[in-house]
């Protein structure tokens, strides 16, 4: 990852701005606090990253929804009505989804010497259903975000002229 971590924070000014940019499906946006509270320091910095680092490539709608039976809170990106990823939220555990269709799952094949043993792993062992290869990695840290930007590349190109 080029970019420090420390440089993807937003301070609680910028996350409050941002809240009002989303549109959500949720009653609720969990708050800033709730998020930290929720998740714990360090998953919440993993959390800010990412998100960071997504939003610096897409520009999309960004939907908080509930997290149904797993997890208390999904953090849905989405473009032109198709979903480009998810976030979701829990007890100390943050997650990463990124759904392949075929033609998505042709493209990742391809290259998947490319990514990390452990983001091969996930891949392999993901569920298939009729609508697509359900990707869902439990980021600890960012060592898996240039894997995760590379999925998302393959879903999309980035519609952001920016360096990560």
Known sequence: MKQ????CLMTEMEYNINEVKKITMFDKIPSQEELLNLVGKPLYDVWI??????DAKYDTERLWNSGGKAW????KYRRGGKT???LYARESCIGFMVVF???ERTKFEACRDSYSKETQTVYDEAQTYRDGKWIMFEPMD???FDDFMK???IKRKPNKNSAY
């Open 151 to 153: 999925m998302l590349f």
């Open 72 to 75: 208390k809170y999904e953090y």
């Open 49 to 54: 990253a990412l998100t960071g680092l997504i």
């Open 84 to 86: 480009l990823c998810a």
């Open 101 to 103: 269709g075929q033609d």
């Open 4 to 7: 420090s971590m420390r440089s």
């Open 142 to 144: 960012a060592s898996l």
